[in-house]
């Protein structure tokens, strides 16, 4: 169980007491993920998180700021994803009064210099081109490119070029005034922390201004072009495919058994895609299947670096492994092996406070409940063998199939004939 208080003006602190151990862990996340964003700002989300850390009342310049962390041995951090942004300090437990400082000032009074966005614009461009040059982190864009389409769900975080280098001020202070108001603002804190002693510090440094969040993301929109395989042609020496479906979303009843189901596919090194697709056919060097999951939708895919010569063998051969499990049933002794795998990976992940943390505050912040390890662990165990080909069944449509594809091709009509069931 963990604690929660709601204030006057709407800002939550949930508080999850870790046992045994010196660290806490406070994270800020606020609903004002990219896919709040339209075209004139695709980019700004992720651009705002940078610029928090460039200085604000009391830690005037990022120097300042991680001095002030650095000082004490402690960790930092943000991140932007399409539903929420994060801010994360962890620190050994005597310097929590250094973190909710650190996180207050530049929540609440960073100051946008004009100047120090023109320079974060050049440091976000080498990001950017960063990723560009980084084909097994870039395919899973362009793979939700060409499920969503052109949507706030189908465009990168990091933005386009015109964005990133014409944003000014006052895009950053609006977007802030819109979405960073403390309604819609989760604080969580977890590891060795008292709640009411922290209560106390919270509203001694957390002076929101009084505004309400202003509007919410769209819900997702079918995309209704047919386009089904997006070629980035770039010369590779090793050719990268993601190849999956749409999924469900993250409160579907079958949310836990597409998990599984993943596991079971290319979860682990004992997996199918594995052991069929990389040691038995030598045709991938690495290779996984997850799933995303988002408030209202998701995908589950197969990522694949292949061989430039075998990339059509290594497609045919996934596709194979997806089909098998339609007609098959998965036995009840893999099924046990995938789910005591992933509770044994959420047992070792939930051991840090930062991990913690962020599983309470994003439950909390997207949907207002509590999420627990032992919740998590009910749900995995409640997944059965019917369940998993329901969703083989209701997920593996060729009709709903699509391809991202990263190498030295140019033929997109190559590829288009291997999605086949």
């Given amino acids: 169980m963990y604690q929660k208080t709601t204030l006057p003006n709407g800002l939550r602190v949930v508080t999850k007491k870790l046992e045994n151990t010196k660290a806490v862990t406070v994270l800020i996340l606020v609903g004002a993920g990219s896919r709040y964003e339209v075209p004139r700002i695709n980019g700004l989300s992720h651009f705002l998180e940078h610029m928090f850390f460039k200085g604000a009342q009391k830690y005037k310049n990022t120097k300042e700021v991680s001095e002030a962390i650095d000082g004490v041995g402690?960790?930092?951090?943000?991140?932007?994803?399409?539903?929420?942004?994060?801010?994360?300090?962890?620190?050994?437990?005597?310097?929590?009064?250094?973190?909710?400082?650190?996180?207050?000032?530049?929540?609440?009074?960073?100051?946008?210099?004009?100047?120090?966005?023109?320079?974060?614009?050049?440091?976000?461009?080498?990001?950017?081109?960063?990723?560009?040059?980084?084909?097994?982190?870039?395919?899973?864009?362009?793979?939700?490119?060409?499920?969503?389409?052109?949507?706030?769900?189908?465009?990168?975080?990091?933005?386009?070029?015109?964005?990133?280098?014409?944003?000014?001020?006052?895009?950053?202070?609006?977007?802030?005034?819109?979405?960073?108001?403390?309604?819609?603002?989760?604080?969580?804190v977890s590891?060795?922390?008292?709640?009411?002693?922290?209560m106390e510090k919270i509203e001694a440094l957390f002076h929101f201004e009084d505004t309400k969040k202003a509007f919410?993301?769209?819900?997702?929109?079918?995309?209704?072009?047919?386009?089904k395989i997006y070629l980035r042609t770039k010369k590779t020496e090793q050719a990268h495919v993601l190849i999956g479906f749409p999924s469900y979303d993250e409160q579907h009843p079958m949310h836990y058994a597409a998990k599984i189901l993943a596991i079971v596919l290319g979860g682990n090194m004992s997996s199918r895609m594995f052991l069929s697709v990389r040691e038995a056919q030598g045709l991938a060097y690495y290779i996984s299947t997850s799933t995303d999951d988002y408030t209202d939708t998701g995908s589950f895919t197969t990522n694949a670096g292949v061989s430039l010569d075998g990339i059509d063998k290594a497609i045919v051969a996934i596709i194979d492994e997806y089909k098998k499990v339609i007609g098959e049933p998965v036995d009840a002794k893999e099924i046990k092996k995938a789910k005591d795998y992933l509770k044994g990976k959420l047992v070792l992940r939930l051991e840090d406070s930062e991990e913690y943390a962020h599983l309470v505050g994003k439950y909390e912040?997207?949907?207002?409940?509590?999420?627990?390890?032992?919740?998590?662990?009910?749900?995995?165990?409640?997944v059965t063998v019917e369940q998993l080909q329901q969703v083989a069944k209701d997920l593996f449509k060729e009709e709903e199939l699509y391809l991202a594809v990263i190498g030295p091709y140019e033929d997109e009509e190559r590829f288009k004939k291997l999605l086949k069931f």
């Avoid at 899973?140 to 015109?162: C, H, I, N, S």
């Avoid at 919410?216 to 386009?227: C, T, V």
């Avoid at 912040?365 to 409640?382: A, H, I, R």
């Fill in 74 to 188: 402690g960790d930092f951090n943000a991140f932007t994803g399409k539903e929420y942004a994060g801010y994360y300090v962890k620190v050994a437990d005597q310097h929590l009064d250094t973190a909710l400082d650190v996180l207050a000032d530049m929540l609440i009074h960073s100051k946008f210099d004009p100047a120090e966005i023109d320079k974060e614009r050049g440091v976000i461009m080498e990001e950017y081109n960063m990723y560009q040059d980084t084909p097994m982190h870039q395919i899973g864009w362009d793979f939700e490119r060409l499920l969503y389409g052109d949507q706030p769900m189908g465009w990168d975080q990091v933005g386009t070029k015109e964005v990133i280098m014409s944003v000014k001020q006052e895009d950053f202070k609006d977007y802030q005034k819109k979405l960073y108001s403390p309604d819609n603002t989760v604080i969580s």
């Fill in 191 to 198: 590891g060795n922390v008292d709640h009411k002693a922290l």
């Fill in 216 to 227: 919410a993301f769209d819900a997702i929109k079918k995309n209704e072009n047919p386009q």
């Fill in 365 to 382: 912040l997207l949907y207002g409940k509590e999420q627990s390890l032992e919740k998590l662990m009910e749900q995995v165990d409640k």
